[in-house]
Nanobody, 117 residues
Framework: QVQVVESGGGLVQAGGSLRLSCEVS????????IGWYRQGPGKQRELVAS???????NYADSVKGRFTISRDNAKNTATLQMNSLKPEDTAVYYC???????????WGQGTQVTVSS
């Protein structure tokens, strides 16, 4: 059984930091790409950051220089370090594990991030 569990969300003031974690079990974690997505109120889900199985990084323009994605294959975890948070970063953040060659996609339940002004 595959499980993707996010943690680390919460309420923070603008300019503050949060660190989100994603723990994955039930798959060969190291061969999966990991993405962090978010969905704000009334908005579509969007990709925030991703890291491929080979370590290639990708960031949305809106978070470049503020967010950092990383992974630890030994612990089957991925993290999203979020600094200099802005009210517009408020959203539910989701972790996604994907093995696109075989159309395998697994989502977590999401964790709420709220940034107050």
């Amino acid at each position: 059984q595959v499980q993707v569990v996010e943690s680390g969300g919460g309420l923070v003031q603008a300019g503050g930091s949060l660190r989100l974690s994603c723990e994955v079990s039930g798959i060969a974690f190291s061969v999966y790409g990991i993405g962090w997505y978010r969905q704000g109120p009334g908005k579509q889900r969007e990709l925030v950051a991703s890291i491929s199985s080979g370590g290639t990084l990708n960031y949305a323009d809106s978070v470049k220089g503020r967010f950092t994605i990383s992974r630890d294959n030994a612990k089957n975890t991925a993290t999203l370090q979020m600094n200099s948070l802005k009210p517009e970063d408020t959203a539910v953040y989701y972790c996604n594990a994907e093995f696109s060659r075989l159309n395998y996609y697994y989502w977590g339940q999401g964790t709420q991030v709220t940034v107050s002004s």
